[in-house]
């Protein structure tokens, strides 16, 4: 049972809370350009390549997990969430319906309680942040303990982006000594939370009595056919698979593959650095990478595939970029390589006609990662739509490399993110990414127009003037 809060951790987080909402208050005036400029600032101070380098290889280095050489590229994430702020009204009028005489005013959400993952300890506050400040919010964050300091740095820079706008400091914060017991009350305090993390998380974050926009597990499952080109669509998979050693929740988990040209694409993704492993290894993995509850194990996850094979009892050569599992027909709880993997691991499937391949995504699904993403390489419009209409997830890549594209690219109009909703499915509120507008509260302004009023045969159609009980 979790510990109760202190007087010492609850008056900390009050006294946060204070100092949020006064930071707001001067910022209450700002216009438009006030409120971009402060966002610029932050994206800079935060996403610039010296600074961010060495925060997100602090974060690596603090938690044990991720790409210590790969991780500084997701300072993009931060360019193309600005691009995407700067393109949004944040503040007064920002949207008009002369026909349906609407007029729509936007104003801050409130104080911000947002909690940080260990994967992206240096991305996420940023991310938030400059946002955030363009809705005229303030934020305090509540880091992972195993990455405190990553995450307090990177805060540090973003308010000293403020002072150099002559913006207030306090407008983020962090606990820089987290507890479950003062996250819990931040959440409880605070006028919103963005829960970007495990299942733990948004739970706790759903059950705090606040508003509260979480996210749900990941099980990204690609189906390629046959009219994928091979070449690109194995390179998108390695690209994707060992972004940041798959810690991401979008990294491809299961890749299901047309029987017609199965042989051909794993040669092609043993081009790319794949190694396939025999039966014997495959049984050696899973008992590394789930312990005896069903859990992933700690040694195993967002790793380089040579430490996942030593850590379960076998070798692989150097050059090997990832592991694959031939998974075909073993889907369900009991079958561990068809849940999520979070490390650099892919299971793989293969079908005949397309409905087969839909049946495997809805079988995969039933096991976990409902209303997260989905992938196709295809150039069938029909198998496309059919992928579509079937999958239950709330984004669905075409042609891309998974864990690059669905959070926002700049060659796709997905809004930039580092929270993806998972909708209902999920047992999230939205299915959709989230960005400045979900930051934000809105005033709807209605003015008289002409009657809008349908008659009712126009209304009820053929049951018009019908039978009636």
């Known amino acids: 049972m979790a510990r109760e809060i202190t007087s010492e951790e609850r008056d900390l987080v009050d006294q946060l809370l204070a100092r949020a909402r006064s930071a707001m208050a001067e910022v209450e005036n700002y216009s438009q350009e006030q409120r971009d400029r402060l966002s610029q600032a932050i994206a800079w101070y935060a996403g610039n390549e010296e600074t961010f380098t060495r925060l997100a290889q602090l974060g690596v280095d603090e938690s044990g997990i991720g790409d210590r050489e ?83 740095e990177m805060v540090d820079v973003m308010r000293a982006a403020c002072r150099a706008v002559g913006a207030p400091e306090d407008l983020f914060q962090v606990i820089s000594k987290p507890s479950i017991p003062s996250t819990q009350y931040l959440m409880q305090v605070c006028d919103l939370t963005l829960a970007t993390g495990g299942k733990p998380m948004v739970q706790a974050a759903y059950s705090s009595g606040r508003p509260a926009y979480g996210v749900g597990a990941g099980n990204s499952s690609i189906v390629i056919d046959e009219t994928a080109d091979i070449d690109i669509a194995a390179a998108n998979t390695r690209m994707s698979k060992t972004s940041d050693f798959g810690s991401g929740c979008s990294a491809d988990g299961n890749i299901i593959i047309q029987k017609s040209i199965f042989d051909d694409m794993v040669k092609a993704l043993e081009a790319e650095g794949g190694y396939l492993c025999n039966e014997e290894e495959k049984a050696l993995l899973e008992k590394a990478m789930w312990d005896e509850k069903g859990n992933r194990t700690f040694p195993t996850i967002a790793c380089k595939p040579q430490q996942t094979a030593d850590v379960a009892g076998f070798s692989i050569p150097e050059d090997r970029k990832f592991l694959m599992v031939y998974n075909h027909g073993q889907i369900g709880q009991e079958h561990k390589f068809s849940k999520e993997k979070l490390t650099t691991v892919m299971a793989l499937y293969h079908f005949d006609g397309f409905d087969d391949a839909l049946e495997t995504v809805r079988q995969i699904y039933a096991v976990g990662g409902k209303g997260h993403s989905c992938g196709i390489y295809s150039h069938n419009d029909d198998n496309i739509d059919a992928l579509a209409r079937v999958a239950p997830v709330s984004r669905m890549m075409v042609r891309q490399p998974q864990s690059k594209a669905n959070a926002g690219a700049w060659t796709n109009g997905m809004p930039m993110t580092s929270s993806l909703g998972c909708g209902i ?34 209304l009820f159609g053929e049951f018009y003037n019908g039978e009636v009980l």
Do not use: C, Q
């Open 425 to 458: 499915w999920g047992g999230n509120i939205t299915n959709e990414n989230v960005t400045l507008k979900h930051m934000l509260n809105y005033t709807w302004v209605s003015r008289p127009i002409a009657e809008d009023r349908p008659s009712e045969e126009e």
């Open 70 to 152: 790969g991780r500084p590229a997701k300072r993009f994430k931060i360019h193309m969430v600005l691009r995407d702020v700067l393109r949004t009204p944040s503040t007064g009028i920002v949207e008009v319906d002369e026909a349906k005489g609407l007029v729509k005013y936007a104003k801050p959400a409130g104080v911000v309680a947002s909690l940080i993952p260990m994967t992206n300890p240096a991305m996420t506050p940023p991310v938030t942040g400059v946002s955030s400040a363009n809705a005229g919010n303030a934020v305090i964050f509540s880091p992972h303990p195993r990455t405190a300091r990553t995450t307090t």
